[in-house]
C-alpha cells in the first residue's frame, strides 16, 4: 500500500520546513484543507508571491509523487528524487530459484543446450541422467520455454538452469491452476489409457489422456522421462488430479482481448507467479527507461522500453494514453525473494514465436548509438548501410534496421569505467560494428567493436571456406612442423614446413598470404599452404570440380614405385601411376624425380576402378589431349561412344530387360547392365554429367561424374571418394 505523508499535530507543519527551505517562512493557519494526503494543497495560504507559492507546491508534488513511486514496478528499480530507473539483470543479480523465460539457442549434443536468456544473457542445460531422452526432444531449437536457475558460477560465470516442473512449478498450489492454463510436466510413464506425468507439486497428480493427444503440435512421440509444456482442460479439488492436453492455447493478438489472460488468478502467492504467464496489466507510472505496472491484484514489475511494443520515438507519451486500457504481457522473469518482476510486450514474446532473423554473423554494419548503459554496455540501431568487403567504400541495402547491443567488454576501450564509456559514447555517436551473433531472447544482434574482431578474416572454424585465399594474416607461433597463424580470434591455421618456402615465412609477427586446405569444425583444426603458386592459382576442392583435361595446381603427397600422388583442396586426390610417368615424361623411377611437398600442375585423365575402389587419374602432360572428346547437345545423331561425356540435363529410360537399361538422349542411345534397384522406364532427370566408361566395374555414386559403363555389370557403391 502507498506510504501515506503525515502532518504532526504539534510544532511546525512540513509545510513550514519546505518554506524555510526556499527562505520564505510563513505560517499556515491549522485547518482541515492543510491535512490534506493525496490532494492538491489548498490555496488558502496567507498571501506570498505566486512564484514561491507555485515552487512550494511543486516540492509537496514531487514529495508525494515520490513515495508514491516507491512501490512501483517491484525489485532492482531505482528510485531517485524526481525519477526511477529499471536496473539491468545482469550476471551479478541472477540467484539460485530465479525463473527466466529463454529461448533454446543451440543443441549441442543430446547432453547439453544452450539457452538465450534475457538481457544479453546465457545459460545452459545439462541432461544427468543418460536414462532419459536426448534434451532435443524436450528442448527444440528456437523454441520459448521457462526455467528455473540451478546454480550460478560467479568465477566461470555460468549460469545452470532446469527445464524440469519440479523446480519451474515450485511454489504453485493447486488452487492456482486452472483451465486454459499452461503449465510443466515430466512424462513419468505411460498408461492403457494415456500417460502420468508429474507436475513437481507435492501430492498433485497430472494425467494425460491419450486422447487429448495432438499430432500437428510438433510433440511427436512422448516417452517417459520427456519434459513439455500441457495446458490445464481440467481441474478436481477432491481428488487433487489435473487432467492436461498438448494442444497449448493459440497465441493471443494484441489487438484482441484473449480469454485465457489471468487464469485462476486469485489466491497466487509471489513464488506463484512465473515466466510464460500472460498476464494483463495497468500502467501505474514510469522509468527513465520503461513502464511500471501493477498486475494479478496486486504484484508490482516492469516493462523496460526495449521490450516495449512501441519503444521508439516518444514512447512515454504514447503509454501515457494508454494508461487505463490495460496491456497485454507476457513474464519474462519472476524472483519472488526479492520480488523482481520483468514482463515484455514484444510481439514474438507475447506470441511465443522464435525469431525470424537470418544468420548474419561476420557481417559489418554502421550503427548509431541511442542508448548507453556504462556499466553494461551500448545499444546501436543500424542505419541500413554495410561496409563491402575489402574496403571503406560503404553501400545501401535493403536490410530492416536492427538492434545490435555491444557489451562493454566489446567496446574496444582499454578502461571499463563508466566515465570513460561516457566520453567516447554519447547517444548519436556513429561506429562499424562486426556481428557476433543474435541475442535471441531479446531479438538484439550481438556486435563488437573490438578492432581485432572487425578485421578478422573469419570468427570461428565455421567460418573457414575451403580453398579461400586470405591475405595478409599473422604468424603467432613457431615449431620444427611449422608456423601457426591467426586468421580470426581463436582462430588459427597450421602451415606446416612444405607449404612454406623461404625464411623470412617463419618469423612471429610476420605475415603471409594463405588458403585453406582442410577444416575440422568440431576438432578447431585447420590447415592452409603459403606457397605462392597455390596461394594465387585456382585448386579442385572436390571430386566434382573437373572435367577430362582440365588443369589444375597441386601438390605431391606421395611417391613410390607405383607412381606420385597429387592433392588438391580438401583432401581431394588422384594418382599420376609409374607406367603414365615413363610412357609420357620418361621417368623411370618416380622416387628419383620427385619428392613430397613438389608443386606441379596436373591434368585429369578420368575416373578408374580397381580392386573395387574408385581412383582419380591425373597426368602431368598437359599439352596431350585424352581420346575421349566432350559432347554436348549440338553433336546428336552419330551415337554415344565409350569416353564420351553426356553433358545433356536429360536421360529417357527406354527399355529395362534381362539385366540390362536402356537411356536415350539427343546424343543417341546408352545401354548399360545393372545390379540393384531404383531403375524405372521414366524421364530421368539427372542433374550432373554423366561419364561412360570401359572399365568393367564402375561405380554409380553422389558425385557430380555418374559412372556408367558399357559392359554389362554395374557397381553400386558407397565409396567416399568415386
Not at 480 to 505: F, P, S, W
Not at 517 to 546: H, I, P
Not at 630 to 658: F, Q
Request: positive net charge; glycine residues 12%.
Amino acid at each position: 500500500m502507498p506510504a501515506v505523508v503525515s502532518f504532526p499535530r504539534g510544532g511546525r507543519s512540513k509545510h513550514e520546513e519546505l518554506n524555510n527551505d526556499a527562505s520564505t517562512l510563513t505560517t499556515k493557519p491549522k485547518s482541515n484543507d492543510s491535512d490534506f494526503l493525496f490532494s492538491t494543497p489548498s490555496t488558502t495560504h496567507p498571501p506570498t508571491s505566486s512564484s514561491k507559492r507555485r515552487k512550494v507546491d511543486k516540492q509537496v508534488e514531487d514529495m508525494l509523487s515520490n513515495a508514491n513511486r516507491q512501490n512501483m514496478g517491484g525489485g532492482n528499480v531505482k528510485h531517485d528524487a524526481r525519477t526511477s530507473t529499471i536496473e539491468g539483470i545482469g550476471f551479478s543479480r541472477l540467484d539460485k530459484g530465479m525463473k527466466l523465460l529463454g529461448v533454446v539457442n543451440q543443441v549441442v549434443s543430446d547432453d547439453l543446450v544452450t539457452v538465450s536468456l534475457p538481457n544479453a544473457l546465457v545459460g545452459y542445460v545439462m541432461r544427468k541422467d543418460a536414462s532419459f531422452p536426448p534434451l532435443s526432444l524436450s528442448l527444440p531449437l528456437s523454441s520459448i520455454l521457462p526455467f528455473a536457475v540451478l546454480s550460478v558460477s560467479k568465477t566461470e560465470k555460468r549460469v545452470e538452469l532446469s527445464p524440469h516442473p519440479t523446480h519451474v512449478n515450485r511454489g504453485l498450489t493447486l488452487d492456482q491452476i486452472a483451465p486454459g492454463q499452461v503449465l510443466r510436466v515430466q512424462i513419468d510413464s505411460e498408461e492403457d489409457h494415456g500417460w502420468s506425468c508429474s507436475l513437481g507439486m507435492a501430492g498433485v497428480k497430472c494425467f494425460f489422456p491419450r486422447k487429448n493427444y495432438t499430432s500437428t503440435t510438433g510433440t511427436g512421440k512422448v516417452v517417459p522421462g520427456m519434459v513439455m509444456d500441457v495446458s490445464v482442460t481440467k481441474t478436481s479439488r477432491e481428488s487433487r488430479m489435473v487432467t492436461v492436453t498438448n494442444s497449448l492455447p493459440p497465441p493471443p493478438s494484441l489487438s484482441v482481448q484473449p480469454n485465457h489472460v489471468d487464469p485462476g488468478c486469485s489466491g497466487f502467492s509471489n513464488k506463484g507467479v512465473r515466466p510464460g504467464m500472460l498476464v494483463r496489466v495497468d500502467v501505474e507510472g514510469f522509468a527513465r527507461n520503461g513502464i511500471l505496472v501493477g498486475f494479478l491484484g496486486g504484484f508490482k514489475g516492469c516493462v523496460a522500453v526495449g521490450d516495449l511494443k512501441n519503444g521508439g520515438d516518444g514512447w512515454k507519451e504514447g503509454y501515457k494514453k494508454r494508461r487505463g486500457d490495460g496491456l497485454v504481457v507476457r513474464v519474462v522473469l519472476a524472483d519472488s525473494k526479492s520480488k523482481t518482476y520483468r514482463l515484455s510486450e514484444r510481439e514474438g514474446v507475447v506470441g511465443m514465436i522464435g525469431d525470424g532473423k537470418e544468420e548474419r554473423r561476420g557481417e559489418r554494419v554502421r550503427g548509431t548509438a541511442e542508448r548507453i548503459e556504462p556499466k553494461i554496455g551500448v545499444w546501436f540501431r543500424t542505419s541500413g548501410k554495410a561496409e563491402e568487403e575489402g574496403g571503406k567504400k560503404r553501400k545501401k541495402t535493403d536490410k530492416v534496421e536492427d538492434i545490435v547491443f555491444v557489451h562493454v567488454s566489446e567496446l574496444g576501450i582499454e578502461r571499463k569505467e563508466d566515465a570513460e564509456v561516457r566520453k567516447k559514447f554519447q547517444v548519436g555517436t556513429e561506429a562499424d560494428i562486426r556481428i557476433l551473433g543474435h541475442y535471441r531472447m531479446d531479438d538484439w544482434l550481438k556486435g563488437s567493436l573490438k578492432p581485432e574482431i572487425l578485421n578478422a578474416k573469419v570468427l570461428g572454424y565455421g567460418d573457414i571456406v575451403k580453398g579461400e585465399r586470405y591475405r595478409g594474416v599473422e604468424i603467432v607461433k613457431t615449431g620444427d612442423y611449422g608456423v601457426v597463424v591467426k586468421l580470426g580470434r581463436g582462430v588459427n591455421a597450421m602451415v606446416t614446413n612444405i607449404h612454406l618456402k623461404g625464411k623470412n615465412q617463419s618469423k612471429v609477427g610476420g605475415k603471409l598470404d594463405v588458403k585453406a586446405l582442410t577444416v575440422d569444425v568440431d576438432g578447431r583444426r585447420c590447415m592452409a599452404t603459403a606457397r605462392r603458386e597455390l596461394v594465387k592459382e585456382d585448386m579442385w576442392s572436390g571430386y566434382g570440380d573437373m572435367k577430362v583435361n582440365d588443369v589444375s595446381t597441386g601438390f605431391i603427397t606421395k611417391v613410390d614405385k607405383k607412381g606420385i600422388t597429387v592433392t588438391f583442396v580438401n583432401n581431394t586426390h588422384g594418382v599420376v601411376n609409374a607406367t603414365t610417368l615413363a610412357e609420357e615424361m620418361g621417368v623411370e623411377d618416380p622416387c628419383v624425380n620427385y619428392k613430397v611437398g613438389e608443386v606441379v600442375k596436373a591434368r585429369f585423365t578420368g575416373m578408374g576402378v580397381r580392386g573395387g575402389g574408385g581412383r582419380m587419374g591425373l597426368s602431368l602432360d598437359l599439352k596431350k589431349k585424352s581420346t575421349s572428346k566432350a559432347r554436348d547437345d549440338k553433336n546428336g545423331g552419330e551415337g554415344y561412344e565409350v569416353g564420351d561425356i553426356i553433358v545433356e540435363k536429360e536421360l529417357t529410360v527406354v527399355k529395362i530387360e534381362d539385366g540390362e537399361v536402356v537411356m536415350e538422349g539427343k546424343g543417341g542411345t546408352a545401354k548399360c547392365g545393372f545390379e540393384g534397384e531404383g531403375w524405372s522406364e521414366a524421364t530421368s532427370k539427372a542433374s550432373h554429367h554423366i561419364f561412360i566408361s570401359s572399365y568393367h566395374h564402375i561405380i554409380i555414386s553422389s558425385y557430380p561424374h555418374i559412372l556408367i559403363s558399357s559392359y554389362p555389370h554395374i557397381l553400386i557403391s558407397s565409396y567416399p571418394h568415386n
